[in-house]
Nanobody
Framework: QVQLVESGGGLVQPGGPLTLSCKASGSISSINAMGWSRQAQENQRELVAVEPSGGSINYEDSVKGRFAISRDNAKNTVTLQMNSLKPEDTAVYYC????????????????WGQGTQVTVSS
């Protein structure tokens, strides 16, 4: 019903920038929030950044001041601008959207993208 497609992952040197993008498509009435999470090997998935509709943006402490999330509500997209990347930022990054479905707007569901690998290494 709803698909999230991420792009922009890859290999980057420490201190470098990288931008991730995600587009949501399908039976969308509205999107209540969009965000990014990440999962490093053998670690639990952790929230990196989230931008609720009409709410305050939240960042995980370790990325504050380095990462910036932004949404384009007209296009149902979200980007994550990552600067000053560190080796510990290496992970699979997942886009997430909290969606109300077209024709059934009383239903709110979480959707996830397939993930995109970010590797920070020299």
């Amino acid at each position: 019903q709803v698909q999230l497609v991420e792009s922009g992952g890859g290999l980057v040197q420490p201190g470098g920038p990288l931008t991730l993008s995600c587009k949501a498509s399908g039976s969308i009435s509205s999107i209540n929030a969009m965000g990014w999470s990440r999962q490093a090997q053998e670690n639990q998935r952790e929230l990196v950044a989230v931008e609720p509709s009409g709410g305050s943006i939240n960042y995980e402490d370790s990325v504050k001041g380095r990462f910036a999330i932004s949404r384009d509500n007209a296009k149902n997209t979200v980007t994550l601008q990552m600067n000053s990347l560190k080796p510990e930022d290496t992970a699979v990054y997942y886009c997430n959207a909290v969606v109300r479905l077209r024709g059934a707007s009383w239903i709110q569901r979480d959707y996830w993208g397939q993930g995109t690998q970010v590797t920070v290494s020299s």
